[in-house]
């Protein structure tokens, strides 16, 4: 039982460069989001999903985008990467209404 | 306007000691539930304790307990007997549910250091 996986670890990205930061689960989680972690500023949601093929924004949308076609995985793409978008990014999961979110272990971004 | 509020950046305490960290929320859902998150060093994040909207009584967790003031909106974290492990920044989040639609929000965190 792996939990939420997140890959890569690290990246480095030039401005404009497009990527994608993959994001798994084994759990049969309906709920995924993807947050991003910044100094100071706690931890913002960017992205959400309640189930398969259901996505939503959450606070911080722009310049990210997802996709749930499975109920396992929910990428988040950068299509064109911008200084402002390093920052440490977390995927986590739960089942509807649950009491606990389980969260990856982290993508370190930074964008030159 | 901010849905969880943490008004402490920075805490020190003494080894030993208890500790309370403050966190307060804003929601007009009857339904929602309210969190306390520890993140190390390390940076990986560790729950540590859930309270819902509808408990009745505070909940614990070993040396956590979640003093939850529903009139107030506020969610206080309390570790009991503070260890040199408990150096860490802590987060409290909220969990929404509007229309079937969940969303989990976090706090800017407060960092606590323990002293020896």
């Known amino acids: 039982n792996a939990g939420v996986t997140q890959t890569p670890k690290f990246q480095v990205l030039k401005t404009g460069q497009s990527m994608t930061l993959q994001c798994a689960q084994d759990?049969?989680?309906?709920?995924m989001s993807w947050y991003r972690q910044d100094p100071g500023m706690g931890l913002r949601l960017i992205h959400y999903?309640?189930?398969?093929?259901?996505?939503d924004q959450g606070e911080v949308p722009n310049g990210y985008n997802v996709s749930r076609s499975t109920t396992e995985d929910f990428p988040l793409r950068l299509l064109s990467a911008a200084p402002s978008q390093t920052s440490v990014y977390f995927c986590?999961?739960?089942?509807?209404?649950?009491?606990?979110?389980?969260f990856g272990s982290g993508t370190r971004l930074t964008v030159v | 306007a901010q849905k969880i509020t943490q008004t402490q950046p920075g805490m020190f305490v003494q080894e030993k000691e208890a500790v309370t960290l403050d966190c307060t929320y804003d929601?007009?859902?009857?339904?929602?539930?309210l969190f306390w998150y520890k993140q190390p060093s390390s940076g990986e994040m560790i729950f540590l304790i859930y309270?819902?909207?509808?408990?009745?009584q505070n909940a614990t967790e070993g040396r956590y307990s979640l003093n939850f003031q529903k009139a107030r909106k506020s969610a206080n974290l309390v570790i009991s007997a503070s260890q040199l492990g408990d150096s860490a920044m802590y987060f409290c989040?909220?969990?929404?549910?509007?229309?079937?639609?969940?969303?989990?929000?976090f706090g800017t965190g407060t960092r606590l250091t323990i002293i020896p």
């Open positions: 986590a999961s739960s089942p509807r209404g649950s009491n606990g979110y389980t």
């Open positions: 759990m049969n989680h309906e709920y």
């Open positions: 999903s309640v189930g398969a093929g259901i996505t």
């Open positions: 929601t007009s859902d009857p339904s929602y539930g």
């Open positions: 309270q819902g909207s509808y408990d009745q």
């Open positions: 989040a909220m969990r929404e549910d509007t229309g079937g639609n969940e969303k989990l929000t």
